[in-house]
């Protein structure tokens, strides 16, 4: 296995218009999270899924972000009508089933969004 | 309200010697905390981690520290070779509702390891 994997890598988009990203976490890994990065930040959490099922949103994901695991396997981020402030790093991480308290997220590469 | 402090956002230091970066944290009830690598345009890489049980984890060239009671904790690589240029990240995890096991990350520090 080649560990999480993003598709695209960059991103760029005029204000308005609708991306989507997708995120593959390592096979088997049953949780995966989506952070985001801004310059000089440190990654901030938006949402966790635990198979298919999102038990947690954090209040930076307005209602034109939605996510989806639809089977338990690869997840999406969508961000509709996308504003300047959007532009970030975004980060998928996955994590194993058996890992008990002593868990470790695994991240992938990143998807870079610029926002004009 | 940053929970997870990184008081240097930068760290240079000559080849060999040992580099130190540093980690302070407000929320007694985080339970685990990591330690991250990351280059410019990459996602962040797993170093290293503690349990809140411990004061110390090692990993070849790496020693994590934990000082509960100051909320404290360090990163130690030695020696230090230019490769390890790059962002370290501290991260810290409490376990929420839904079994979230979300991570409360630090700004960074930037080390800069000088041949």
């Known amino acids: 296995d080649t560990g999480v994997s993003q598709d695209p890598r960059h991103k760029i988009t005029k204000r308005g218009q609708n991306v989507t990203f997708r995120c593959d976490p390592i096979?088997?890994?049953?949780?995966l999270y989506w952070y985001r990065q801004t310059l000089g930040q440190g990654p901030e959490f938006l949402t966790y899924?635990?198979?298919?099922?999102?038990?947690?949103k954090s209040r930076l994901l307005s209602d034109r972000f939605s996510a989806e695991r639809p089977k338990g396997s690869f997840s999406t981020l969508e961000i509709q009508r996308t504003e300047q402030g959007d532009s970030a790093m975004y980060l998928c991480a996955s994590s194993p089933p058996s890992s008990g308290l002593q868990e470790t997220q695994y991240f992938g590469p990143g998807t870079r969004l610029l926002v004009l | 309200d940053q929970q997870v402090k990184q008081n240097s956002p930068s760290l240079s230091v000559q080849e060999g010697r040992i580099s130190i970066l540093n980690c302070d944290y407000t929320?007694?009830?985080?339970?685990?905390f990591l330690w991250y690598k990351k280059y410019p345009a990459e996602g962040p890489t797993f170093l290293i981690s503690i349990s809140s049980i411990k004061d110390k984890n090692e990993d070849g060239r790496f020693t994590v520290f934990l000082n509960k009671s100051a909320k404290h904790l360090s990163l130690h690589i030695v020696p230090s070779q230019p490769g390890d240029s790059a962002v370290y990240f501290c991260a810290a995890r409490g376990v929420n509702a839904g079994n979230n096991r979300k991570l409360i990350w630090g700004l960074g520090t930037s080390l800069a390891v000088n041949p």
């Open positions: 929320n007694s009830m985080f339970d685990y």
């Open positions: 899924f635990q198979n298919e099922a999102q038990l947690e």
């Open positions: 096979s088997e890994h049953n949780r």
